[in-house]
């Protein structure tokens, strides 16, 4: 069974997307009988407009959470101990503020949010789910009093919004997020370090001997980006080494360069820093450096 590679991988994953917002419990025990919470959430009190960055998880974290993904869909057994522990929290929180002889407002009890791959009409019947302005269809609310929010992820459109969720999906849904993760540019937020704990996933699903067919599709699907970005860390590399060389050199050549040549040497290819490498030899002044990058540029 790999449910636990992929309960570790969700825990890491969420942990490594709202640390930045907030206090964040991974597998937090709760009172009765020993029952654990996937992730807690407890946002700062000054809310990071950054936010917005991670779409409709961002929207999840606006407030304290208890969030549950499930890798299999969610049972009404399984829906039902998530209420459970919630409820469990909120008497735990409402003890504390009563030794304490403060008011527990309604805003400082969590939310729970159950994420499930997949959830039957008939199921979502049964909890008497809703539909609220302002939310994708995809996200199911029960009645207010009981705070828990039911997130159907296959379900969810492919846009950027729902990306992070779709992450945690399954099969061909979270390789199709994978692929839409890779292609954002090398810059943005949160997609070096989602994809090395994607690459983590991969390579703790290889040794084991159990796989589900799910497993074997991502693990293929993940083997030519997990190739393509090992080469661009490799070339990323060469190209840093050969760029301080060259700059090395031209200090020792023509001296000290201003700001705005040395931001044109930066943005080089490792090929064109190897050609300026042989080209500077015959430099004598910046005036050299200037027409030999002029040239690069027409």
């Known amino acids: 069974?790999?449910?636990?590679?992929?309960?570790?991988?969700?825990?890491?994953?969420?942990?490594?997307?709202l640390k930045d917002y907030g206090e964040v419990k991974a597998s937090e025990k709760v009172a009765g009988e020993i029952k654990e919470i996937d992730v807690l959430?407890?946002?700062?009190?000054?809310?990071?407009?950054?936010?917005?960055?991670?779409?409709?998880?961002?929207?999840l974290a606006e407030h304290p959470a208890i969030?549950?993904?499930?890798?299999?869909?969610?049972s009404t057994d399984?829906?039902?101990?998530?209420?459970?522990?919630?409820?469990?929290?909120?008497?735990?929180l409402r003890r504390e503020a009563k030794a304490n002889k403060t008011r527990l407002q309604d805003s400082d009890i969590p939310k729970l949010w159950v994420l499930t791959p997949t959830i039957s009409e008939t199921r979502l019947f049964s909890f008497g789910t809703?539909?609220?302005?302002?939310?994708?269809?995809?996200?199911?609310?029960?009645?207010?009093?009981?705070r828990t929010v039911i997130v159907a992820i296959h379900q969810l459109p492919q846009t950027p919004e729902t990306l992070w969720l779709r992450l945690l999906g399954r099969g061909s849904?979270?390789?199709?997020?994978?692929?839409?993760?890779?292609?954002?540019?090398l810059d943005y937020p949160y997609q070096k370090e989602t994809l090395?704990?994607?690459?983590?996933?991969?390579?703790?699903?290889?040794?084991?001997?159990?796989?589900?067919?799910?497993?074997?599709?991502?693990?293929?699907?993940?083997?030519?980006?997990?190739?393509?970005?090992?080469?661009?860390?490799?070339?990323?590399?060469?190209?840093?080494?050969?760029?301080?060389?060259?700059?090395?050199?031209?200090n020792r050549r023509i001296g000290e360069i201003d700001t705005s040549l040395l931001e044109q040497v930066k943005v080089l290819s490792l090929e064109q820093l190897e050609n300026l490498g042989e080209a500077l030899l015959d430099f004598s002044s910046v005036a050299d450096l200037e027409t030999w990058l002029n040239q690069q540029s027409i």
């Open 78 to 92: 399984e829906i039902c101990d998530c209420i459970l522990k919630l409820l469990e929290v909120k008497a735990l």
């Open 1 to 17: 069974m790999t449910r636990f590679i992929h309960d570790k991988f969700a825990k890491d994953y969420l942990e490594e997307l």
């Open 41 to 59: 959430f407890t946002p700062t009190k000054q809310q990071n407009s950054n936010l917005q960055i991670l779409g409709l998880l961002g929207r």
């Open 130 to 146: 809703l539909q609220k302005e302002g939310w994708l269809s995809e996200v199911h609310f029960l009645p207010d009093a009981l």
């Open 196 to 250: 090395e704990l994607v690459y983590n996933l991969r390579e703790n699903l290889r040794v084991n001997q159990e796989l589900e067919a799910d497993d074997k599709e991502l693990i293929m699907r993940l083997e030519p980006l997990y190739q393509r970005d090992r080469e661009q860390a490799i070339q990323e590399g060469n190209k840093q080494g050969e760029q301080r060389l060259v700059l090395r050199l031209l």
């Open 67 to 74: 969030i549950e993904p499930y890798r299999n869909p969610a």
């Open 173 to 185: 849904v979270q390789s199709q997020a994978i692929i839409e993760l890779q292609g954002l540019p």
